[in-house]
């Protein structure tokens, strides 16, 4: 009965799909463990797993201990958030299909892995940056990904800028430090402006960004998400399955 049930509310939110062509997705790590990156909080994810540092992963993910010790932090943050061999899944693709269609408007991400972009999502903001980006703090040079791993490869523990020497940051926002502010303007007004909001794979328990969502004003609010989460009685249409599943039945035949 319950996979009846599921099946109807995918074809209520396909139907809705269909009919709107200004759609905003937010999501969540639940988008990209499907892609074979461990979320932070769930049993398995690394909060919980990681126990090699003595020290939490939110202490080490923290502006502080960066500061302090960043030798310590880019070990950790290669061997746990840096993931190159993770690829686009069926909701990454389902989503950049959705833009190219001309019916998303917009993808808000809590994830930092740029799984959207490699998947063809151009208009993707980022509430916790991205691992893709990088910068000096002292000359404010930036570089990409591959110029970090290349550094790591070549025996380096701190990622130098190759013109100044000084240590290259990832423009990932740590515990400690503020999201950026035109990001969330964007963030904001686009889901303001949303026909339908498509919330997936997220607990929506971190914040400022899981408050985002209620600047919603529509009544198309849908929620995708494998457990239960306490936003569920909000949702105009709630579906508790996997988001690659769901999506990627929705667009099929777009």
Do not use: W
């Not at 997705?25 to 461990?38: H, Y």
């Not at 809590?110 to 893709?132: K, P």
């Amino acid at each position: 009965m319950a996979d009846q049930v599921n099946d109807e509310n995918i074809l209520r939110l396909k139907k809705m799909i269909e009919e709107s062509d200004n759609i905003v997705f937010f999501g969540g790590a639940g988008v990209s463990t499907e892609s074979g990156i461990p979320d932070f909080r769930s049993e398995s994810g690394i909060y919980n797993t990681v126990k090699e540092y003595n020290t939490s992963p939110e202490n080490i993910l923290s502006h502080t201990f960066f500061m302090n010790d960043p030798e310590t932090f880019y070990d950790f943050y290669f061997k746990t958030i840096i993931n190159t061999q993770a690829k686009p899944n069926k909701a990454h693709l389902a989503l950049a299909k959705l833009e190219k269609l001309g019916k998303l408007r917009a993808v808000v991400t809590q994830n930092i892995d740029g799984l959207h972009q490699a998947a063809g999502s151009e208009r993707v903001y980022e509430l916790h940056g991205t691992v893709a980006k990088n910068h000096c703090m002292k000359c404010g040079k930036f570089f990409d990904l591959q110029y970090m791993l290349d550094q790591k490869a070549g025996g380096k523990l701190v990622p130098r800028c190759d013109e100044c020497g000084g240590i290259v940051k990832p423009e990932v926002v740590l515990y400690e430090e503020g999201l950026d502010e035109m990001t969330i303007r964007k963030s904001v007004d686009a889901i303001m402006d949303a026909d339908i909001l498509i919330i997936g794979g997220t607990s929506l328990n971190v914040y400022p960004a899981a408050g985002f969502i209620t600047y919603y004003r529509g009544d198309k609010l849908v929620l995708i998400n494998k457990s239960a989460t306490s936003f569920d009685g909000r949702a105009d249409l709630l579906i508790h399955d996997s988001i690659g599943k769901v999506l990627d039945a929705c667009v099929a035949d777009l």
